[in-house]
């Protein structure tokens, strides 16, 4: 099984903070990543998928990089918005998620 | 616009069964790759089950053998069987659809875009 490992655990940030989350393979997984969005109690929304392609409807703020083993997950300027649990997804062979990085104030 | 709502969750017994529905509005269960995904409380996600096209499937290893994933044309709506409960599927279960991105050298991968809000799955005594 693929392993996917998130860093950090929780982030503390400001609004307008360049924040910048990393997500690490067990092996190489090309591009087939995607990064998702979670507010209590609400089901996870998708912002990055394939490394680097931004959802539609997503604001431009959210990007995505990486490949192979490596991938980050930054928001430019962090809004209120944005405070909530990022989650990395591997879906290069089956589907694997990191266990969540919790953007918090 | 694509709306997916779960249903048929509820406190259940270790060893009894449940059927989990998923309702489906503005696509089609039946040509679309469908998955049901899983959250326990406080908890990580988990893809317990995927349908393709042609109606093969992907079970975790966690669900292999109990869970049985399945789409009602006639109702467009997704189903997941579930016996032999365990306490450790206690979870929140989402549906959510699959979308094929494709490379030519090495074929097809499947991320989900659309998400239900959930069904809460309790296995207690």
């Known amino acids: 099984d693929i392993q996917m490992t998130q860093s950090p655990s929780t982030l503390s940030a400001s609004v307008g903070d360049r924040v910048t989350i990393t997500c690490r393979a067990s092996?190489?997984?090309?591009?087939?990543l995607a990064w998702y969005q979670q507010k209590p109690g609400q089901a996870p929304k998708l912002l990055i998928y394939k490394a680097s392609s931004l959802e539609g409807g997503v604001p431009s703020r959210f990007s995505g990089s990486g490949s192979g083993t490596e991938f980050t997950l930054t928001i430019s300027s962090l809004q209120a918005d944005d405070f909530a649990t990022y989650y990395c997804?591997?879906?290069?062979?089956?589907?694997?998620f990191g266990q969540g990085t919790k953007v918090e104030i | 616009e694509v709306q997916l709502v779960e249903s048929g969750g509820g406190l259940i017994q270790p060893g009894g069964s449940l059927r989990l529905s998923c309702a489906a509005s503005g696509l089609t269960v039946s040509s679309n790759y469908m998955s049901w995904v899983r959250q326990a409380p406080g908890k990580g996600l988990e893809c317990v089950s995927f349908?393709?096209?042609?109606?093969?499937?992907y079970y975790a290893d966690s669900v292999q053998g109990r869970f049985t994933i399945s789409r009602d044309i006639s109702k467009n709506t997704l189903y997941l069987h579930m016996n032999s409960l365990r306490v450790e599927d206690t979870a929140v279960y989402y549906c959510a659809r699959g979308v094929r991105d494709y490379d030519i050298l090495t074929g097809y991968y499947y991320h989900f875009d659309y998400w239900g809000r959930g069904t809460l799955v309790t296995v207690s005594s």
């Open positions: 349908i393709y096209s042609g109606d093969s499937t």
């Open positions: 997804q591997q879906y290069n062979r089956y589907w694997t």
């Open positions: 092996q190489s997984i090309s591009r087939w």
